[in-house]
């Protein structure tokens, strides 16, 4: 889904994550499961994740280290690259001529106005004018590269519209030419979105044949990765050909035409989408000639079938960590780990409405001070998730890593603060919302439980039935005082952060911070992070933004950023992906 400059080759850097140190001290932990639903399903997989997350509590708390295997994991990260080598002059030849792609669902479409999950084919038959990649701090952006329909593109000075100079000579795989017209066209198709809001689609631009001008409803940092990034590029003469409206989910699904590397052959609903190689494609033909999207919904079923050569890409939306860890640990031969970081993270939000504990910064920090990042990730999370000193993922262009971080976990210091807001240790209780059945988070609040009773805080679990987390956090905020979400640092994965500190961002809504006197400074150093017209002028009030966040707000607490994993075949060569879903794979051949 969603800057600047031309293609960029990051280099590969190798990190380790160093071995987490258990706490030993014993404590005694009680939870509370109750459901707002009162459904004996709920019911039934609150009391299953409160056991599961009690066993991981204890591996926790006896040290065991071999609980997990993240520690030892290493890993290629996204700060240099992991993106970084496609070679898109290559004379290789492949040892094999199919491709086959694990995805987890069919999405019937590859249209992402129909359905979110057609981000899973899009990539493959359509092209959009800029492409995803890292950058060399490890932030996403979107891109002028060779496989982009954008050869270059300006932001107006006032910072209200876009010019998009279009790749000439591009052919759709019907032989079709692609122009403005296209795009406009493709543009408003997408309109929809609720990333394109942005833009004033009914007042786009042709200019020329290979010009377009997209204006914008008001500045925004994520503009160009937007509107950029997003739209697949359909044809709209094929798309009047069809039938136009009343043709619409055809053309998006079993009469697909894109100007993509592949081209639709067969779609066996449920099963598999066949796609051979677009003859007209604008980056020279793929040299895998045929690729297989495969529907395998079983983690465990997809794993198998790539240890035995069925398919050759298990996508990280499906991949576990038990299969991963025996990638890692050389138990698996023929399978590469290939890892990428992602804007979404684990964070827990806290009710800060009017006569709620936590209005009191003072709390705030010494719930902060009380939770050991550091066992959650290495006890709960495992090779899902890792810590960062920062208030947002590191993929988010601007973000500070704090050297040393301000909130480690500290018993005493958690104490202090308790004290500042008259507390006595033993005399705050909070509970945490967890939906029933998930657990991940489960085990983390069990940890959470354990290392707020050093801290002072008795902390009850509240499993609330998973349907009805949002309308608790949005609309009954007397119910709550503490819940773990996965949030991202924008709006969906845009990679500029302003969106989550807005007055219409997470914070603001889930977490009611609007009476807190620190709330409103917030909100304006967001709203000039979104609106500033130069990186150098964006991140100087984005670093503002985190200092004061740390300092004054507290609103949320980052525990883990979440990190992806894909396994594929060893023998898969010259490929590379960015975020979940967009593949790389024009020019990859076997070996």
Known sequence: MKK???LVLAAMMILSMAACTAKTEETTASTSATSTT???????????????????????AEGSADSTGWQNVIYASAKGGNIDAVDYDTTATSTKDTLVVQIPTDPGTFDLTYQQTAQYTLTWVYNKLLTYRYDESGAVGAFVTPESLATDYKVDDDGLG????????????NGYDFTAEDAKFSLQHASSLSDLAVMDADNIEVVDDYTIHVPLKHKDANAVYDVGGIAQMHSYKYWQECGGEAGDAEFCSTKAVGTGPYMLKEWNSGDSIVLVANPYYFNDEPIIKNVILRVISDPSVAFMA??????????????????VSTVVDGSVDGITDYVEYSTTCHTLIEDCSEGSPLA??????????????EDIATYVYEGAGYCTNSIVSMSSPGTVEYDPWPYEYSPDKAKECLAAAGYAPGELSLNIVIGAGDTLRGSAAELMISTFAECGINLEIKYVDIAAVADTLVNQPQEWDLALKGTSNGNYTEPYAATFFSDAGVLSVQCHPQNDPAYAKMVELAKQMNEAT??????????QLQDYYLSDCMYSYKIVSVVGH???????KNYSKTYYYNFDVAHAYFD
């Open 4 to 6: 600047i400059i031309a």
């Open 38 to 60: 009162a459904a004996a399903a709920s019911a039934s997989a609150a009391s299953s994740s409160a056991g599961n997350a009690a066993e991981t509590a204890q591996a926790a």
């Open 162 to 173: 876009i010019t998009f100079t279009l790749r000439q000579g591009v052919k759709f795989s």
């Open 306 to 323: 790539l240890q035995n050569g069925e398919i050759d890409w298990m996508t990280d939306t499906s991949c576990n960590w038990t299969d």
């Open 360 to 373: 009191d910064l003072n709390v705030r920090k010494a719930v902060a001070y009380a939770i050991n990042r």
């Open 534 to 543: 130069s990186d150098e002028e964006r991140n100087n009030v984005w670093k």
């Open 566 to 572: 894909n396994l594929i075949s060893s023998h898969l």
